[in-house]
């Protein structure tokens, strides 16, 4: 153990920052890098937002917040809820945090005692399990396929529940995935989590960037559910660091305390900036790039299915597309270092994702212009050849 916690040896590192800093390495040497492994979008944050943080800091908005967040974006945030899903979410349940990273650990440490689990996908983003690690739980990862567009179902969640179950996780739109999950199969899920007297935990990071019909928040059909979303996609603002969740009414003073430990407050100048991606001009200007997003997806799926990469589930939101390339490769953190290397291509192995089929699985993010995808897929499809 080197004198450190034995947690410490069961959180993973991201196996894609191997491929990140590879891929900066060869870009600074001069080699031509398509970059397609990064999980964040291409465009810098829309200018209104930029302006709005701008603005705060020439006022000296650089103090302390209240731990829970401005109550400012707390009430727009409940305005977005009513606006979007035609819901009365009272301020009071939202908290701002730093980043979603941040609503999950207060999440977690919330409704896990040390040796419970939560069941969640496998695929799935890994931080999710190693988040439930650090407060002494663990995730229970349930193998999901193209059966269940890779998400966990009512019927899986009952199959797939122990004695120390807690509750289970969903992410809709999914990473790695993209696919989402309907009105009915949140309401599926919930009720059996529900008659097992469990917690539902929604991880809706991705709404927003959906291409199909209108993504449903779980909260239409859950109110007791917990949803965590972020700044950080739709809204484009990664660096910044400002995430929220919905909670039930009588879960916010006990987190808002933990949050007062664990944080003190959020960034000041993000939350004023935040402000600014409600405006009507902003989401004109995160519309558009929605639609560039669609494109790229509407591009790259069937290019590389014709090249050989399989993906039974055409993604649904998000910008990824997970496809299995076990017609290629049995060895996916291998296979991506030597496109890498080889080709000039970046992309995210399968085993970031979990365990199941994982080695023959791939993640490709479309977050790069399509010029740069068409060159990528000339060069998969030298390699491929």
Known sequence: RGGFAERVADIEPFRVVEVLERATELSAAGRDIVHMAAGEPDFSTAGTII????????????????AAGRPALREALSRHYADTYGLEIAPGRIMVT???????????????????????????????????RLVEGRGQLVP????????LTGALADAHWQDNTVGAMVASP???????????????????VRRRGGHLVVDEIYHGLGYEASTPSVLEVDP???????????????????????????AVAEMEKMAQNLFISMSTMAQHAALAGFEPGTREILEERREIFRARRDFLLPAIGSLGFEVPCAPQGAFYIYADAGRFTEDSQDFCLRLLEEHG?????GVDFGHHRAQQHLRFSYTTGMDRLEVAVERLASVVA
């Open 98 to 132: 730093p980043g979603a990273s941040g609503a999950l650990l207060l999440i977690a440490a919330l409704i896990m005692d040390p040796g419970e689990g939560m069941l969640m996908t496998d695929p799935g983003y890994p931080c999710n399990r190693h988040f439930m």
């Open 224 to 250: 007791d559910a917990f949803v965590i979303n972020s700044f950080s996609k739709y809204f484009g603002m990664t660096g910044w660091r400002l995430g929220w969740l919905v909670a039930p009414e009588a």
């Open 144 to 151: 999901v396929g193209a059966d269940t567009h890779y998400q």
């Open 174 to 192: 999914a990473n790695p995935t993209g696919t989402t999950l309907s009105r009915q199969e949140l309401a599926d899920l919930s009720a059996a």
């Open 51 to 66: 302006e709005a943080g701008r603005a705060a800091l020439a006022r000296g908005e650089t103090h302390y917040t209240q």
């Open 345 to 349: 291509v970046a992309l995210t192995p």
